[in-house]
């Protein structure tokens, strides 16, 4: 098991990037599947976008295709989260997320990732 610390979050206005790092420490970075999730205030937590180590597959939501990139550095032991056109839509804790043995099926399932960080906030601003 690997611990996570995610960083990087802030207040920005809408149309603005940030970039969310999520950084293991505990133990090697061999997670084969390594995740966001993001959750609003009163709302159940959402899978954002996923990331696997070998093959370098990525997948997306569909809220957030096409401004979001999510990439890793396992020299680093850091996963990454581009997020560019910053909406209000996107105000929320993002939780980073690590799991072995995901199959493609459950990529965007909460219950297929065992591992999580304690969340870092980002608020957007209309």
């Known amino acids: 098991q690997v611990q996570l610390v995610e960083s990087g979050g802030g207040l920005v206005h809408t149309g603005d990037s940030l970039r969310l790092s999520c950084a293991a420490s505990?133990?090697?970075?061999?997670?084969?599947?390594m995740a966001w999730f993001r959750q609003a205030p009163g709302k159940e937590r959402e899978f954002v976008a996923a990331?696997?180590?070998?093959?370098?597959?990525?997948y997306y939501a569909d809220s957030v295709k096409g401004r979001f990139t999510i990439s890793r550095d396992d020299a680093k032991n850091t996963m990454y989260l581009q997020m560019n056109m910053l909406k209000p839509e996107d105000t929320a804790v993002y939780y980073c997320a690590a799991g072995t043995g995901v199959i493609l099926s459950s990529v965007r399932s909460r219950s297929a990732y065992p591992n999580w960080g304690q969340g870092t906030q980002v608020a957007v601003s209309s």
């Open positions: 505990g133990g090697t970075f061999r997670q084969g599947s």
């Open positions: 990331v696997w180590r070998l093959s370098r597959n990525t």
